[in-house]
């Protein structure tokens, strides 16, 4: 049984590995909108872009997180990477 739960957890360590990948690779993405938002002289906040993040995310839920709860957590996302610094 023990064996059992040690493997479940390193597919869990997986998935959270591939997780941090990915938020990585975001941030990246996010990083070259902001830049050209900059040069470009436009607002960093897009708050409908935000919103239809938001609705998307909640639709394409098939688990068992609440949907408010999905929303908290890719509203900390979203908020985190506003915190990014460009330079």
């Given at each position: ?8 957890r390193n597919k869990?360590?997986?998935i ?38 938001l ?32 330079s």
């Amino acid at each position: 049984e023990l064996e059992d739960i040690e493997e479940i957890r390193n597919k869990i360590d997986e998935i959270d590995i591939r997780l941090i990948e990915l938020l990585n690779q975001r941030e990246q993405l996010y990083l070259e909108i902001k830049k050209l938002k900059i040069a470009q002289s436009l607002p960093i906040l897009d708050k409908e872009r935000e919103d239809n993040i938001l609705n998307m995310v909640k639709k394409r839920n098939e688990g068992l997180i609440k949907e408010s709860e999905v929303e908290n957590i890719f509203r900390l996302l979203l908020q985190a990477m506003r915190g990014i610094d460009v330079s």
